[in-house]
Nanobody, 125 residues
Framework: QEQLVESGGGSVQAGGSLRLSCAAS????????MGWFRQAPGKEREAVAF??????SYTDSVKGRFAISRDNAKNTLYLQMNSLKPEDTAIYYC????????????????????WGQGTQVTVSS
């Protein structure tokens, strides 16, 4: 059974750092695009960062502060978050997208195949 399990969330002060992890199982991890999404209270879920086996991409609000990476040997996805801001407060979800070649070809959440349960990140000012 396919499963994604996030960890590493918590509460930090503005300017601090957190590293999220997402352990994947039950499918061919290296063949999937992987991504992080987040949902703040009262807002829609939004894409944060994507990574396939060739490149990564970020939403503008996190560029230069967040870094996505993946370890295909460990079936694990990471999100290093630095210089955190109160507006980064949200539940963070990892997700997997099946596509030809494993490329990240869609940011439409309806296209993504597997989702984790989410981990809370709270940034205080």
């Amino acid at each position: 059974q396919e499963q994604l399990v996030e960890s590493g969330g918590g509460s930090v002060q503005a300017g601090g750092s957190l590293r999220l992890s997402c352990a994947a199982s039950g499918y061919s991890y290296s063949e999937y695009c992987m991504g992080w999404f987040r949902q703040a209270p009262g807002k829609e879920r939004e894409a944060v960062a994507f990574i396939d086996n060739q490149r990564s991409s970020y939403t503008d609000s996190v560029k230069g502060r967040f870094a996505i990476s993946r370890d295909n040997a460990k079936n694990t996805l990471y999100l290093q978050m630095n210089s955190l801001k109160p507006e980064d407060t949200a539940i963070y979800y990892c997700a997997a997208l099946r596509s030809d070649g494993g490329y990240c070809i869609s940011n439409d959440m309806d296209d993504w195949n597997y989702w984790g349960q989410g981990t809370q990140v709270t940034v205080s000012s």
